[in-house]
Nanobody, 126 residues
Framework: QVQLVESGGGVVQPGGSLRLSCTAS????????MGWYRRAPGQKRELVAT???????TYADSVKGRFTISAGNAKNTVELQMNSLKPEDTATYFC????????????????????WGQGTLVTVSS
């Protein structure tokens, strides 16, 4: 089994910063990409940013220039630095991984694009 554990959410004032972190653990063969999505109250889940194992990144237009996604120092970790936060950034942020992992007793890794963390709440409010 594979598990994603997120950390770093909280309450911050407009204009402030937060850093989210997500680590994938388990029977992982290779991580293809990791990313962050968010869901605001009453809204659909939306892409925030992704990063591939080749370090290619994508960002939602709404966060470009304010958020930075990067690979963490620890293996299979991704971080999201969020600066100049706005009230509209308030949401539950979910980590996602696209990876190959083992399912015992098979020795051939299988790909799973839908590995999700439990979510971490970010609230931007004065």
């Amino acid at each position: 089994q594979v598990q994603l554990v997120e950390s770093g959410g909280g309450v911050v004032q407009p204009g402030g910063s937060l850093r989210l972190s997500c680590t994938a653990s388990g029977s992982i063969f290779r991580v293809v990409a990791m990313g962050w999505y968010r869901r605001a109250p009453g809204q659909k889940r939306e892409l925030v940013a992704t990063i591939t194992d080749g370090a290619d990144t994508t960002y939602a237009d709404s966060v470009k220039g304010r958020f930075t996604i990067s690979a963490g120092n620890a293996k299979n970790t991704v971080e999201l630095q969020m600066n100049s936060l706005k009230p509209e950034d308030t949401a539950t942020y979910f980590c996602n991984a696209d990876l190959y992992h083992y399912i015992e007793p098979d020795v051939t890794p299988v790909r799973n694009l839908e590995v999700w963390g439990q979510g971490t709440l970010v609230t931007v409010s004065s």
